[in-house]
């Protein structure tokens, strides 16, 4: 049917706070809702671990993947035209971004690893 999952943003310290999130859905699993009950899950996780930005990279064309994380609260925050090369062709990407208000003070780096 599909998944989700988180892998680290970018492998320096700074950016330990923020994390990529990736979806897969299976063409006769779309438009059933399945992609946000993904999401609810793997947001709750992150959020419980303690990242405050999530960052998604869509290839385009893609209006069912950019509408969901539009309701979720992402904003598209980079677009970089041709610049995957899939299928054939040259594709532009978004990056899109969902960023939870943090604490006043940081504290130790959250862990996507168990």
Known sequence: MGYAYASPYYDRRAYDWSVELSIYLHQDAKGRGLGSILYDHLEEELKSRGFLRFLACIALPNDRSISLHQKR????????????YKFGKWHDIVWMQKSLTPPDEMSSSPSIRN
């Open 73 to 84: 609260g992402y904003k598209q925050v980079a677009h970089f035209p041709k610049i995957g």
